[in-house]
């Protein structure tokens, strides 16, 4: 059986990665990545920092934005069309809770900061919150 939670993300991870975003943590990266670029390493004033040390040329911004809008756009349709929650949605937090080892710290805050969501809105979402509580169980 496919698990559409992870071919979506890895999906939204080859569209970032294709992205021209690069990252430095060094002066060296610094200037290495802004020629990558097609700037020179003192043209700071045509970047935009994003976070974990990345930046992106100005120029890119609205692409930059449109993709992510996408990627979020791409991931309501696919939790709203799990309409039992069996399918999408239980993968999403079966997977999340694994990776933030619930089953070794009992605590469920990660997974969801993780989502971009509260426990709130999963238990305003009946189909989310029996999905949500059947991953749990199998942890």
Known sequence: MSNSYLSLK????????AFPIQF????????E?????????????KIYKIPGGGF???TDSDAFSALLD???AEKKAAVAADTDGTGYIFQM???ELSNHEYNYTHDYTSTLDALGL?????VANPIMA??????LAAQ
Do not use: S
């Open 56 to 58: 992106i040329r100005k």
């Open 70 to 72: 996408k990627i979020e």
């Open 118 to 122: 509260t426990l709130e809105e999963v």
């Open 24 to 31: 430095a943590f060094n002066m060296k990266q610094f200037e």
């Open 10 to 17: 890895a999906k939204h991870k080859a569209e970032i990665e």
């Open 130 to 135: 029996e999905a949500f509580k059947r991953a």
């Open 33 to 45: 990545a802004m020629t990558k670029l097609g700037l020179a390493p003192t043209d700071t004033d």
């Open 93 to 95: 937090f079966d997977y």
